[in-house]
Structure formats: structure tokens, C-alpha cells
């Protein structure tokens, strides 16, 4: 039996997979990786479309940190005191690493620290890791077919990917297949999909977001910040909240949202050698990213057309 899944984000390029995979006519599944780090727009977006499509209801999967941030505590229980941490910020540590509820808070505070591009464990511990828990037992019953929204034009490193790749396994004799319907298409051919269902594509991009994953995703550029900015403070005081939380649980006491060399004065902190020693801590809070967002001056910028995610999966937008 050969077993079709389609990984849904919310973004447009996943959307047109989705109502591909319905236009084929074959019985699928539809999946989603949801990280508790989506603007509600998103989340609605996802929960409507089996409704306004006719197509499979989608499955949220999330990931569950629980086992891990117990293991974190008798950590540090047993080692912080012997690094020469404080005991009343080994009591606040143990406070504060409990699960929450929502994936990407748990997966910082297990880590004690935000993801960065460098160190980018979000991808494969809020999506990868999820998707593979449905997919592991899909396989056990034969064959799987898991649909990719990944197109060509997106980005140079997704400039060859192929629409169809198989991984085979000798025992028990299985194969997944990675199939990548909208590779060769360009983005008008992906809204006319939108179209032709009758869909309104995720209404981010309507405010002019260029991708709708994470909100924002650690590798946000300085436009989609200033559109943050602009739309949603809700979105800053979450995230500022966060970084509170994830700096208790961290050993060194401090944590920010974004890398240190996300604003011209964070780079220049982080080159001087202050690197979170309690007073001197100089890394940018997400609010004074947000504030550097809205200037003109430098910082820390990428590419146009590279996607945040660089996985040859495409599991954030
Ligand atoms: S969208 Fe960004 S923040 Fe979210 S999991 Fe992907 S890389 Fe990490």
C-alpha cells in the first residue's frame, strides 16, 4: 500500500500542494508541523482549508519536549552549582523549565536559549521530528509518497531540486518518496492554483509578508521586522516575554529573540566581547530590534529570495 502525504505550513507554496494533491484524486493525508510560533492568521488559515476546499482535514502534529526538559532539571540539579551558577538562579532555572504548552517556548527553555541561523535546531525539532512521528508508522504499512511545496525559483539552493526523489530501505523493504509537484513552477502559477479553487491565499502575505511561517522566524529580514513593527505588538511583547523566561532558564541568565548581530549596536557589543555577563549584556531585546527595523541603518541582512529555511524538506515557509 503506498501511502500520500502532504506537508502543510500555511504558506502559499504548500497551499498549492494541497490542492494539487486534491485536483490528482488519490486518497492523502495532509500534515502539519504546528510550533505554537504562528501568527493566528496562519493557524485559522490551516484550519479552514479542508472546509473550503473539500480536501482532507489537516493534521496537527507538535512537538512534545516534556521527557527532555525532566532530564534538563536533574541536569542541572546535579551540575549548574558545580559550573559555579548561584543557587537562587539554579531555583529559578527548575522553576521555569516545565512544559508550557506551546513547542517553541518548551524547545527554548529545554535549550536555554533561542535557535539562530548558526544553531537552527528549530527546523528539526519543531517540524522534522513531528512529521517523522507520523511517518515512521505510515512506513511500517508500506510505501510513502510525502508532497514537498518546494519550488526552484525560491531560492539558489533550491535551484536543483528534483520532483522526484526516492530513499529505499532494504529491511523491512520500504521506500519513501519525496515528490515535489510545484518545483518547476513559478509564484504566478501557485496563486492561479489559489484561484482556480477559490481560495484567498494566507492573508499575511495580503499586509505584505513575503513568507508566513514562524512569526517572526529567527531569520526574518529587516522588511518583514518592520512589518511586524508595524501590524502586530502583540507579537513584540510575546516575544519579549519569551526572552525573560528562556534568559531564567539559560545558564549564562540571558537570552534574546534574535542574534546578536541582527542590529549594527548588538555587532558591535558582540565584537567588543560582551557576551551576556549580567550588567554589560548588550545583545538586542526583540523591542530594539523591532525599533532598529524601522531605520535605515545596516544590520544584519539576507538575501532577497532565500527562504528561511533552507531543509531540502521545505518545512518552513
Ligand atoms: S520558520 Fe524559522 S523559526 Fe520557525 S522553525 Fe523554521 S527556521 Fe525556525
Redesign the pocket.
Known amino acids: 500500500m503506498i501511502e500520500h502525504i502532504v506537508n502543510i505550513s500555511g504558506g502559499k507554496d504548500s497551499t498549492a500542494t494541497y490542492l494539487l494533491a486534491i485536483e490528482r484524486g488519490r486518497p492523502f493525508r495532509a500534515v502539519w508541523a504546528d510550533?505554537g510560533?504562528e501568527h493566528p492568521a496562519t493557524v485559522d488559515f490551516i484550519k479552514d482549508l479542508s472546509r473550503k476546499t473539500g480536501g482532507p482535514e489537516i493534521e496537527a502534529v507538535r512537538a512534545d519536549f516534556t521527557e527532555r526538559m525532566a532530564k534538563k532539571r536533574a541536569f542541572i540539579q546535579r551540575k549548574w552549582a558545580e559550573h559555579g551558577v548561584p543557587s537562587d538562579r539554579i531555583e529559578r532555572a527548575l522553576d521555569i523549565i516545565q512544559p508550557t504548552g506551546n513547542p517553541f517556548l518548551d524547545l527554548c527553555l529545554w535549550k536555554g536559549r533561542f535557535?539562530s541561523a548558526g544553531a537552527?535546531f528549530?527546523?528539526q525539532h519543531?517540524?522534522i521530528e513531528p512529521v517523522e512521528h507520523v511517518l515512521t508508522p505510515a512506513l511500517e504499512h508500506g510505501d510513502v509518497v510525502q508532497w514537498l511545496g518546494i519550488r526552484r525559483a525560491e531560492s539558489r539552493r533550491r535551484a536543483d531540486t528534483p520532483r522526484v526523489r526516492r530513499v529505499r530501505w532494504i529491511e523491512p523493504k520500504r521506500s519513501m518518496i519525496y515528490f515535489a509537484p510545484i518545483a518547476h513552477w513559478g509564484w504566478n502559477a501557485v496563486f492561479w492554483m489559489h484561484e482556480r479553487h477559490g481560495i484567498d491565499p494566507n492573508p499575511l502575505y495580503g499586509l505584505g509578508a513575503s513568507r508566513v511561517?514562524?512569526w517572526p522566524?529567527?531569520?526574518a529580514r529587516k522588511s518583514e521586522l518592520k512589518l511586524i513593527g508595524q501590524h502586530d505588538p502583540e507579537a513584540i511583547a510575546k516575544l519579549m516575554e519569551w526572552e525573560v523566561l528562556v534568559a531564567e532558564a539559560s545558564k549564562r541568565g540571558a537570552a534574546t529573540f534574535f542574534a546578536s548581530d541582527t542590529t549594527p549596536e548588538g555587532a558591535a557589543a558582540a565584537k567588543r566581547g560582551e557576551t551576556g555577563a549580567t550588567g554589560e549584556y548588550r545583545f538586542p531585546r526583540a523591542d530594539e530590534v523591532f525599533e532598529w527595523a524601522k531605520t535605515d541603518r545596516g544590520g544584519r541582512q539576507y538575501p532577497m529570495f532565500e527562504p528561511?529555511?533552507a531543509s531540502e524538506y521545505g518545512?518552513?515557509?
Open positions: 510550533t510560533h535557535p537552527q528549530c527546523t519543531l517540524k511561517g514562524c522566524c529567527i531569520n528561511a529555511c518545512m518552513c515557509e
